[in-house]
């Protein structure tokens, strides 16, 4: 283990691991969260169901928020020498 | 002009031909998805991709950094070192894309400088710790990585989506791959076309053009950027087949979670400086989104097939890439043997291309067009 250690810089190799599984999965989550959302509202929005439609929209838009933050992040991420 | 300004010329213009088969050859990572589940139109996605793969190729320089410096001393590289190198990566590549097999771009750089340098100096001019940490053990966990992603994204989504209407969820989705596309695009810019920026550097530093603490010239990122956009634009049909149909058979969303995976993937390890095998990353990423719906709905004899080609990537290119080295050392140590070795390469090439044209339209054509 002491050896690999002096191979590999575990601590870089660590972060990769588990900030690619955050922002992984939490793209695809919040991009589904938008699907779900969004076809939930029309639906709604057809049966004059407003008020449900309008908490649907706001899950939506929080959705879309989550998929621009990650991508914002991971630009700055990338051109940050 | 001086016999290493020769062979110097001769290694920049391998090493964008290199660069132009790493675009043409990984085309397929960043689109096979986007086409197969028809979030894009074949012409549309491949145009983006070339765009974004020239952008992403300035956003970020750690990678060149480590193979221009971390892989073998540079001291003890020459330009013809490089030069054998950039054959046996090349000759890699194009075996590997005439049997429609996703193999890794980067790991067949990285094996043919290698082979040289031992062909050159032995062993003990390549670093040790350098190859093991920045490209074995990356390459394990990669794939891996991108696998598990892409599975739990897509079991959370199916639970997320799962009882939609098929057709809304479908648009949806296709709408995200475009999206996930560009930004796997930017990420394969980002760490592939620095490979070969990392190459002409340590040509240019081993000719004394440059030191060997310098950065990247311009006009190497310049030319780097170009060429793999280039290759990416012409497109190597016969792998996005094999990426985009035949190791699963995926739906839009699949394709998201996969192209998601590889994108996060593959923009953190660039950000930490290794070149991992965009190739990997991504081949992971889709069998991950379909191993999770159902683990017979990867092929796994294809899955199979793609491993053992990556198995073989170091040690064929690195064969290779000794042997050239070997073959120009037979006329001495000038320019003559680089100049040989290039014009059999061309001929060889340009033989193997013929072939290609007078067949049958490669298959993939019809099926992603």
Redesign the interface.
């Known amino acids: 283990m002491t050896r690999l250690a002096?191979?590999?810089?575990v601590k870089?190799?660590l972060?990769?691991?588990w900030?690619?599984?955050v922002?992984?999965?939490g793209?695809?989550?919040a991009?589904?969260?938008?699907?779900?959302a969004?076809?939930?509202a029309g639906d709604l929005r057809r049966s004059d169901r407003t008020g449900a439609a309008v908490l649907y929209g706001f899950l939506a838009a929080l959705g879309v928020a989550g998929?621009a933050f990650a991508?914002w992040r991971?630009y700055l991420?990338?051109?940050?020498? | 002009m001086h016999h290493s300004d020769v062979i110097l010329v001769l290694v920049v213009g391998m090493a964008l031909a290199f660069d132009f088969t790493n675009g043409f050859h990984d085309t397929a990572n960043v689109v096979a998805t986007s086409i197969s589940t028809r979030a894009l139109p074949p012409r549309v996605a491949v145009a983006i991709a070339a765009v974004l793969n020239f952008v992403g190729a300035f956003?970020?320089?750690?990678v060149a950094a480590i193979v221009a410096k971390g892989i073998v001393h540079a001291g003890s590289v020459t330009t013809t070192i490089v030069f054998a190198g950039l054959i046996g990566a090349i000759a890699w590549n194009l075996v590997t894309w005439f049997f429609g097999l996703p193999s890794s771009s980067s790991h067949a750089l990285i094996g043919g400088v290698v082979g040289a340098t031992i062909a050159a100096h032995g062993t003990k001019a390549v670093i040790?710790?350098g190859v093991?940490?920045n490209v074995l053990?990356?390459a394990v966990?990669a794939p891996v990585?991108?696998f598990?992603?892409?599975a739990?994204?897509?079991i959370?989504?199916y639970r997320?989506?799962g009882r939609?209407?098929p057709g809304?969820?479908s648009r949806?989705?296709r709408l995200?791959q475009i999206?996930?596309g560009g930004?796997l695009a930017l990420?394969h810019g980002?760490n592939d076309a620095q490979k070969t920026m990392g190459v002409m550097t340590l040509a240019l530093a081993a000719n004394g053009n440059i030191s060997e603490t310098a950065g990247v010239p311009t006009w190497v990122k310049l030319t780097a950027a170009s060429a793999i956009a280039l290759g990416t634009y012409s497109g190597g049909w016969r792998i996005i087949k094999t990426m985009g149909t035949r190791i699963i058979k995926m739906d839009s969303?699949q394709g998201?979670?996969a192209q998601?995976?590889g994108?996060?993937?593959i923009?953190?390890?660039?950000?930490?400086g290794?070149p991992l095998s965009t190739t990997h990353v991504i081949s992971g990423g889709v069998m991950g989104a379909g191993a999770a719906k159902r683990l017979s709905a990867v092929k796994w004899g294809v899955a199979g097939n793609i491993a053992l080609a990556w198995l073989l990537t170091l040690p064929a290119a690195g064969g290779v890439g000794a042997l050239v080295y070997g073959v120009t050392q037979i006329f001495g140590s000038g320019a003559a043997g680089p100049l040989v070795v290039t014009i059999a390469c061309v001929g060889l090439i340009a033989m193997l291309f013929l072939r290609r044209a007078q067949g049958a339209e490669p298959a993939a054509v019809t099926v992603a067009e």
């Open positions: 002096v191979l590999v810089d870089a190799l972060k990769v691991v900030i690619s599984l922002a992984g999965v793209v695809i989550a991009f589904s969260l938008v699907v779900l969004t076809t939930r998929c991508l991971g991420y990338v051109v940050q020498k | 956003v970020s320089l750690k040790g710790e093991v940490g053990i990356p966990i990585l991108a598990v992603v892409a739990i994204g897509i959370i989504a997320m989506v939609l209407r809304r969820v949806a989705y995200g999206v996930s930004l990420a980002t969303a998201f979670a998601g995976a994108a996060t993937v923009l953190t390890a660039s950000h930490f290794y």
